[in-house]
């Protein structure tokens, strides 16, 4: 190869040449589509495809659409379910129903918003299960939920994959089938304690990711964090994830025990990945203070680009519901903004490494300088 790299143990278990992973980013596929996913895995990394927006064919879809690019191995990203307050089951209509008899003053703040920012109400018109707990995934209709999932992992177990991550929840179930098919899995962690649940679900690797990263996040740092996550699964490997977006990154993330790097935001300004031009562009010019964690979207702490809508409900005396309930409120107002083309109010995650990042460039590019 033409430069130096770390080869580490991470690129013998996925037989890659880089120890770098694009991380599996549900945007209503948006965020890794085909083409970005296999242009990381050309570049000698892994392309993983956040799957939890996708309905099982559309994930089959882009699954296939990726191997038309790439012979390369890729994964797949999924959020399995937890716990959510309006327990599996519960429909669209029915959480809608809830807000309106339990949570009115919820729902009177998003029709102010909704008012103030000159939105048109335009609800989410599919019927949507609720166990997909965290809403990275996007909007994901369904007639349930467990099936959905269920149905998922089977198209990643009948398709061209080489590896499933779990964003959340327990992959525990989805262990066996992937070793049958010689596929490695890794489960996102956000704390040492989680760390031990997803090594007893047995995952190959963990992937810890710190307090700075793009999306729903925990409350503790990469620096602490890793070496922590490192200790508690030992000898399992660990990836790092959050706030890498050049080589120091990766080398800072080495040092701390890790054997390579999940990497989002750095690849959302990649030529080929499709999101909104307003989403991009708060990257590029950010500073790492604009990204904030908060529950707005979704109920669930997530760090995002911190809008005027992120700022009105930092300041209103009423603290976002609980998932379930505050994503399926602010589903339909991001509904509303995209059917507007207001995406500077829509929800658009993203990490601290914005500050590191000024340029759009070809993934190729970006897993260079990685
Ligand atoms: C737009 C966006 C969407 C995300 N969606 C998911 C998802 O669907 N599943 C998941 O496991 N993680 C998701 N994440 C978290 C990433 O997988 C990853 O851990 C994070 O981006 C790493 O931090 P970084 O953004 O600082 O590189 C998302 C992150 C972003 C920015």
Redesign the pocket.
């Known amino acids: 190869m033409s430069r130096p790299v770390f080869r580490t143990a991470l690129c013998d278990l996925l037989d890659i040449e880089y120890p770098i992973l694009l ?5 209503r596929g948006k ?1 890794t589509p085909p083409a970005l996913v296999a242009a990381v895995s050309e570049a000698g990394g892994m392309g993983v495809v ?1 799957g ?2 996708l309905v099982p064919e559309e994930l089959r879809e882009a699954i296939r659409e990726t191997r038309t690019l790439t012979d390369k191995p890729i994964g797949v ?3 399995l379910p937890a716990k959510v307050a309006g327990g599996a089951g519960a429909t669209r209509s029915d959480v809608r129903s809830k807000l309106k008899s339990d949570f009115p003053e919820h729902v009177a703040f998003v029709e102010s918003l909704m008012e103030e920012h000159g939105l048109t109400p335009v609800p989410l018109d599919n019927e949507f299960v609720v166990a997909n707990t ?1 809403g ?2 996007g909007e994901t209709p369904g007639s349930n939920t467990k099936n959905m999932i269920q149905q998922q992992v089977d198209v990643i177990m009948e398709e061209d994959v080489q590896m499933f ?4 929840g327990d992959p525990s179930w989805v262990v066996p089938m992937a070793r049958e098919k010689n596929m490695a899995v890794m489960g ?1 962690v956000g704390s040492p304690r989680n760390a031990t649940r997803q090594m007893d679900a047995g995952v190959d690797i963990v ?1 810890a ?1 710190g307090y ?6 925990g409350k503790i740092a990469n620096f602490p964090l890793i070496p922590q996550v490192v200790d508690a699964v030992a000898p399992k490997p660990v990836v790092a ?5 050049d080589g120091r990154g990766i080398a800072a993330a080495l040092s701390l025990g890790a054997v390579g790097a ?5 690849f ?1 300004v990649a030529e080929e990945c499709n ?1 909104d031009p307003v989403h991009k562009r708060q990257i590029l010019e950010g500073e790492s203070r604009d990204f904030e964690i908060s529950r707005t979207y979704t109920g669930k702490t997530a ?1 995002m680009f911190k809008n005027e809508v992120v700022e009105a409900w930092t300041e209103a005396e009423l603290d976002p519901l609980p998932m379930p309930y505050q994503k399926i409120l602010m589903d339909d107002f991001n509904a509303s903004a995209r059917a507007a083309g207001r995406l500077d109010v829509h929800s ?6 914005a500050g590191l990042l000024h340029k759009s460039r070809p993934a190729g590019e970006i897993c260079r300088i990685l």
Not at 241 to 245: L, M, N, S, T
């Open positions: 991380a599996g980013m549900g945007s965020a956040g939890s927006g990203d999924l959020i965290t990275e995934g991550a779990a964003g959340l996102l992937v990711q700075e990263a793009g999306g729903h996040t994830a959050g706030g890498i977006a999940w990497v989002g935001t750095a959302l999101i760090r658009n995650p993203a990490g601290q490494a």
